[in-house]
């Protein structure tokens, strides 16, 4: 079943909507520092080179099952299915290979329902979490794509990691509270019928004003081995955080002269290419951490020139993403604090996988655009 649209959102446009200048404040013992590492603009291994190669497309028969918008979220289940959240669609599930299976509850604001889905997280077991951010809740459907669970959420949580559901959860937020207003990483509970904050932290709290009301939040992602890495998407710094104490335990300081001191992630204009955006991160099994960025592609002027040029605001649906933007992907070693592998692909990145893959928003020959799940491997 399709959704009424209510505004233009997708997953990179709502990392684009949070992207401003950080105004840094200390907040006591919780704005934590660790050692921080400058990571050089040079690749350290001269023969590695980043393969990508197309792995899943999605298909379907109706309209509903058709994925022909930017999706919000995409997130693998036990099973290997694909769960699917787009803007004015109910979230959708697909078989390993791209085919479309069924849509999950129906339009609405009672049980079982949503209004707009957003953020897919997978659950231990066979279960995934939907967070819908019209209805300010979190739902745990089972995997026959039933809801089994809903707890009222007051914040939109983003990039939310299970580390002991349903009792501690790494989620980036904006939080305005006391005791959590400026802090992006919070240890958050779901046992109850509202979600509770147990604890905010963070290495660079903002000052919560209007301007930058939207500047409190990062990108994590869970590493594997010793808990989870988190950036900013517009200050290029990748933090590796322990998951027993949550304690920061380093900072890779980017010195790119591309991405800049810190960067306004805005689309730009006519004449102005857009600014660069981290959009995802991932931990591979050697601990490699793999940065994937959104920066201005080659042909980027023209997506402009059918929007007037004396028009104050541009809808992002004016614009075609997957060729207005393309991905870089740069691979850091942290115990060598140096770019190992550097590549690219074509689009936005939408997420990153556990098994290596990643789902991408990416041009076809046919002047559209299509969701791919993508291989990723790094040849040494």
């Known amino acids: 079943m399709r959704l009424i649209p209510r505004r233009n959102v997708t997953r990179f446009g709502r990392i684009a909507a949070v992207l401003c200048l950080l105004v840094l404040q200390e907040k006591g013992l919780r704005a934590q520092r660790a050692p921080e590492r400058v990571v050089f603009d040079v690749v350290s291994c001269k023969s590695c080179r980043i393969l990508v190669t197309p ?3 999605f298909s379907g028969f109706t309209v509903d099952a058709t994925v022909s918008e930017p999706p919000l979220d995409v997130a693998l289940d036990a099973s290997g299915r694909f769960w699917i959240t787009s803007e004015g669609y109910l979230p959708r599930i697909y078989s390993r290979n791209g085919t479309y299976l069924r849509s999950v509850g129906r339009e609405g604001g009672g ?4 209004r707009f889905p957003t953020t897919l997280a997978r659950l231990p077991g066979d279960s995934m ?7 300010r809740r979190a739902m745990v459907i089972d995997s026959a794509g039933r809801v089994v669970r809903a707890v009222a ?9 299970p580390n002991r559901w349903p009792d501690e959860v790494v989620v980036s937020a904006r939080i ?9 990483l919070h240890i958050v509970s779901f046992t109850g019928q509202q979600v509770s904050v147990k604890r905010s932290f963070g290495s660079l709290p903002s000052a919560m004003t209007p301007r930058n009301a939207l500047t409190s939040y990062s990108v994590v992602a869970a590493d594997g081995l010793e808990g989870y890495v988190a950036t900013n998407p517009v200050r290029y710094a990748i933090e590796r955080w322990s998951k027993k104490d949550n304690q920061l335990l380093q900072v890779l300081k980017r010195d790119a002269p591309w991405f800049g001191e810190v960067s306004t992630g805005k689309i730009g204009n006519h004449d102005t290419q857009p600014e660069p955006a981290i959009q995802a991160l991932f931990v591979d099994k050697q601990g490699m951490i793999w940065v994937f960025v959104s920066v201005a592609a080659e042909r980027w002027r023209e997506q402009w020139k059918d929007v007037p040029r004396n028009v104050q605001e541009v809808s992002s649906r004016s614009l075609d993403r997957s060729r207005l933007l393309q991905t870089r992907i740069e691979v850091l070693d942290p115990k060598g604090t ?14 990153s996988f556990s098994d290596g893959r990643v789902a991408a928003w990416q041009p076809t020959l046919n002047g559209e655009a299509q969701l791919r799940v993508l291989n990723l491997e790094l040849k040494r």
């Open 55 to 57: 792995s899943v497309s």
């Open 111 to 114: 049980p079982g329902e949503f």
């Open 129 to 135: 979490l939907v967070l819908d951010l019209d209805l």
């Open 153 to 161: 959420t007051t914040d939109q949580l983003l990039f939310p990691i």
């Open 176 to 184: 305005a509270t006391p005791a959590a207003a400026g802090f992006p």
């Open 338 to 351: 140096s770019v190992v592998a550097r590549g690219s692909f074509p689009g936005v990145m939408v997420s």
